[in-house]
């Protein structure tokens, strides 16, 4: 995703920054995560990932926090650009700001997002009866 604009290389408004702040966050990851496991009620617990047998459970811990490790390297990356936005002297350099703050956030949205689901399938994966109790719940409902 370009951090300008799509229409190309106009300045963002002015006030871009205080709507991008206080507009109901947008957690797609989170959405599509709650989708794949038909968890309609968006539990924290992630209850679709009970389903899955250790092994998978084990994979997908894995895969998530390497996923959580990739964000954490992206959230360096853009707090280093915000400091060299922050001393440009020009002013087109300041304009990226609102850009770079927006995807910073979601940035740490989408790691916190990976913990939790790591989190999630390590627990599922190491209390074998809570997961088995959940999936027959899930397949009664």
């Known amino acids: ?3 300008m604009e799509a229409n190309g ?3 963002p408004a002015a006030d871009t920054c205080e709507v991008a702040m206080s507009a109901p966050p947008l957690i797609p990851l989170d ?3 709650h989708v794949l496991q038909a968890d309609p009620g968006h539990s924290l617990a992630d209850p679709g990932l009970a389903r899955l047998p250790p092994a998978g459970l084990d994979r997908l ?5 390497r996923q959580a490790e990739r964000n954490h390297d992206g959230i360096l990356l853009l707090l280093d650009l915000l400091q060299v936005a922050q001393r440009a002297d020009s002013a087109r350099h300041r304009q990226l ?3 770079v703050v927006r995807q910073l956030r979601h940035h740490v949205e989408d790691q916190q997002r990976w ?3 790591a989190d999630n399938a390590a627990y599922y994966r190491d209390n074998r009866l809570a997961a088995e ?3 027959a719940k899930l397949r009664t409902d």
């Open 133 to 135: 109790r959940i999936a």
């Open 31 to 33: 959405d599509a995560l």
């Open 61 to 65: 811990f894995l895969a998530a926090r």
């Open 115 to 117: 913990h939790a689901l």
């Open 97 to 99: 700001m609102p850009s």
């Open 1 to 3: 995703m370009p951090l």
């Open 9 to 11: 290389h106009e300045a």
